[in-house]
């Protein structure tokens, strides 16, 4: 399957697609943890993507889509694969459908995840990730790890994101309404849109998103 996950900052796109690319054996491809891995080997990508992630706003486009083409063209994203955090806004998603038509592929579906504002704040601002993997995601009181400041995963030391600050997460909430949900009209428009809540257990969240994307791949 090639699914789209949508949802704003601190929904847990990152916490389901860990489980969801699992169960149906694609890769997760995030994005965030993209830039994330360019910021921490100090690429020059990296240096770019930090001065505008940092800042709550989107990086421009010509590089984010050259590094997610890259990436879905690698050879475990041949049969499938589940994106986070991208398409971000229309041209993305119009770019995105430029390269899947070229290869003769398409999206499944697209999984809007829903959440009210004051809990993605909760979330957000009790989130720990890993310093070797941003994909490794906690939370201080909702997903403890099991020690301390320590991921349970690799062992690596646990951090709070430099654009998890207050005021960042502010400009992040209003990008995703201003940028990003349009995409969701672009895909309804496409009868590929989803919708779950996403609040409850972790593992609710997941059964709740995994029954919505078999529907969503044989219909009645
Ligand atoms: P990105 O890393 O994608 O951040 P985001 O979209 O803001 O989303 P988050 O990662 O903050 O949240 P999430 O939904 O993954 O939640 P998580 O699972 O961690 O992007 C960061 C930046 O990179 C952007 O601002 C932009 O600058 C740049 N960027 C990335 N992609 C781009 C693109 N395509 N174009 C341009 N720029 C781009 O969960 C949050 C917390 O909640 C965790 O602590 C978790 O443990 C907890 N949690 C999860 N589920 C539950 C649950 N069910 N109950 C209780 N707690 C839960
Ligand atoms: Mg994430």
Redesign the pocket.
């Known amino acids: 399957m090639r699914i789209v996950l949508v949802?704003?900052?601190?929904?847990?796109?990152?916490?389901?697609?860990a489980f969801l690319a699992k169960n149906l054996s694609i890769p997760h491809i995030?994005?965030?943890?993209l830039?994330?891995a360019n910021i921490s080997r100090q690429t020059e990508l990296g240096k770019l993507?930090k001065s505008?992630?940092d800042a709550?706003?989107?990086?421009?486009?010509e590089v984010?889509i050259g590094m997610?083409k890259d990436r879905m063209e690698q050879s475990d994203a041949a049969g499938g694969f589940l994106l986070?955090?991208?398409?971000?806004?229309v041209s993305?998603a119009e770019a995105l459908d430029e390269m899947l038509k070229d290869e003769g592929m398409k999206l499944d579906a697209v999984l809007d995840?829903e959440v009210p504002e004051d809990e993605?704040v909760k979330?957000?601002a009790?989130?720990?990730?890993c310093r070797k993997d941003?994909s490794h995601?906690?939370?201080v009181t909702?997903?403890p790890p099991k020690t301390e400041g320590v991921c349970d995963t690799c062992g690596g030391e646990l951090y709070q994101?430099d654009?998890?600050s207050e005021e960042t997460v502010r400009t992040?909430l209003e990008?995703?309404h201003t940028q990003t949900e349009p995409i969701i009209d672009y895909y309804k428009a496409q009868g590929l849109v989803v919708t779950i809540s996403?609040?409850?257990?972790?593992e609710?969240?997941t059964g709740r998103a995994m029954k919505a994307l078999q529907r969503q791949e044989a219909p009645q």
């Open positions: 949802g704003p900052p601190g929904a847990g796109k990152g916490t389901q697609a995030s994005t965030g943890d830039f994330r993507a505008y992630m709550g706003n989107l990086v421009p486009d984010t997610a986070d955090g991208f398409p971000r806004n993305q995840l993605v979330r957000i009790g989130r720990r990730v941003s995601v906690f939370h909702y997903t994101r654009d998890d992040r990008v995703y996403a609040l409850g257990k972790v609710d969240v």
